[in-house]
């Protein structure tokens, strides 16, 4: 299995553009997770999906970020407008509920830069 | 104030001894992660415990509910287990400023191995 993918691994955009950050989840796994990582504010949970239904999205920090989950195999993370403030690495993960295990398994992470 | 709190910051060790990484946390929660994040970047969810004790090769974590506290303990260190330890816990009630899920993630400890 390849893994969780996530495109683009560097992101370098203007204030105030559209980003549209990209995941594909390892094949079979039900769960979802978007993370956000910062020098100031560490690792957070921002959203998850359990069978691409968006559970809890409480960690999502304003309205300017949204997410979605169309199908099983792909989930987008948008910032618009971005803000110099939004620069960070974006983790997403998988896991499947139920397993007990509850082992989520990171993607390489998308690296944010908004100038 | 950050509610989850790591110990040490900061570790430097020779190859072969044991470490201990030390997480407390204020009040009472349903779940503890262990994660380690790579030197690379790359994130790794090492064990989920809500009682007792897991061990995964040289790699054991405990955690005490009464005492609010769980340690990470690596036997037998190489260089390779050189990265930063995370841990994360999931509150039983809701707190503010937390993640989604009422997931709140430490500072992290940044352990380095030397030969």
């Known amino acids: 299995d390849a893994g969780v993918i996530q495109s683009p691994r560097h992101e370098v955009t203007e204030m105030g553009q559209e980003v549209t950050l990209r995941c594909k989840p390892i094949?079979?796994?039900?769960?979802l997770f978007w993370y956000r990582q910062t020098m100031m504010r560490g690792l957070e949970l921002l959203i998850y999906?359990?069978?691409?239904?968006?559970i809890d999205d409480s960690g999502m920090p304003e309205d300017r970020f949204s997410a979605k989950m169309p199908n099983a195999s792909f989930s987008t993370l948008k910032i618009q407008p971005s803000e110099p403030r939004d620069s960070a690495v974006y983790f997403c993960?998988?896991?499947?509920w139920g397993s007990g295990a509850y082992e989520q398994y990171f993607g390489p992470g998308t690296r944010l830069t908004v100038t | 104030k950050n509610e989850v709190e790591q110990s040490p910051q900061n570790l430097t060790a020779q190859e072969g001894e044991f470490i201990t990484i030390n997480c407390s946390y204020s009040?009472?929660?349903?779940?503890l992660h262990w994660l380690q994040q790579h030197p690379g970047g790359g994130i790794v969810s090492l064990f989920m415990l809500s009682s007792g004790k897991k061990k995964h090769g040289r790699l054991i974590a405990t955690i005490n509910i009464q005492e609010k506290h769980s340690s990470l303990h690596i036997t037998a260190s190489h260089p390779r287990d050189s990265a930063v330890y995370i841990c994360?816990?999931?509150?039983?009630?809701?707190?503010?400023?937390?993640?989604?899920?009422?997931?709140?993630f430490g500072k992290g400890t940044h352990l380095i191995i030397q030969p």
């Open positions: 994360a816990v999931r509150w039983v009630v809701r707190r503010s400023g937390g993640g989604a899920d009422g997931l709140t």
């Open positions: 993960a998988s896991s499947l």
């Open positions: 094949s079979g796994h039900n769960s």
């Open positions: 009040v009472g929660i349903s779940a």
């Open positions: 999906f359990n069978n691409n239904v968006p």
